[in-house]
C-alpha cells in the first residue's frame, strides 16, 4: 500500500481546527502522520487538570485529567492506522475497545505516539505510549491498546 498523500498530516490538522470542535477546545496537535505510525499532543492548560476543590489559584501543574489523556491517546490509535485504509482521507472506523494503563500523572504537555500493530481486513489494532513534558523532563505516563473497527469500502 502507498503512503499517505503527501500533506496529509497539515490536513487533518486543518480538519481538527476548523470542523472537531472538541479535539480543537483540548489543543489537539498533529505532530506527524505517516503509514504506521501517528504523534500527536495536547499542551497543558490548566482548564484540562483535576483542580483542587479548593479553587486554588497558584501556579502549581495540577494533573491532567484522565478523560483528556485516554482521548488523544484513542485518537492517535485510529490516526496511525489512516494508511491501512483503501483510502486514508475518507474512509472511517470507529473504537472497538481501548486499554490504558496509567502509570503516574501528567502535570505538563502530553504526547502519545501510536504505532500499528496488526491491520486486518476489519479490525486494526494500535499501541500507544504517552509521555507528559514538564521543564525539559519527559516521563511516560500511559501505556495503552486500541482496537479499531476499519471502514474499507
Known amino acids: ?42 499542551p497543558y492548560d490548566r482548564k484540562l487538570t483535576n483542580v483542587p476543590w479548593t479553587g ?5 501543574h495540577h494533573p491532567i485529567q484522565g478523560g483528556v489523556a485516554a482521548t488523544l491517546t484513542d485518537t492517535a490509535g485510529g490516526m496511525a ?10 474512509a472511517g472506523m470507529a473504537t472497538i475497545n481501548l486499554n490504558v494503563n496509567y502509570l503516574e500523572a501528567a502535570r505538563g504537555d502530553l504526547t502519545a505516539t501510536a504505532e500499528v500493530t496488526r491491520a486486518g481486513k476489519t479490525v486494526g489494532v494500535s499501541e500507544i505510549l504517552l509521555e507528559s513534558e514538564r521543564d525539559g523532563e519527559t516521563t511516560p505516563v500511559a501505556l495503552a491498546t486500541g482496537a479499531y473497527r476499519l471502514f474499507r469500502a
Request: hydrophobic share 35%; charged share 30%.
Open 1 to 42: 500500500m502507498d503512503e499517505l498523500p503527501d500533506g496529509s498530516a497539515d490536513a487533518l490538522q486543518e480538519y481538527i481546527d476548523t470542523h472537531h470542535e472538541f479535539l480543537s477546545w483540548l489543543g489537539v496537535t498533529v505532530e506527524q502522520l505517516e503509514r504506521g505510525c501517528a504523534v500527536m499532543a495536547i
Open 56 to 60: 486554588s489559584e497558584d501556579d502549581t
Open 81 to 90: 492506522l489512516r494508511g491501512e485504509l483503501d483510502n486514508p482521507l475518507t
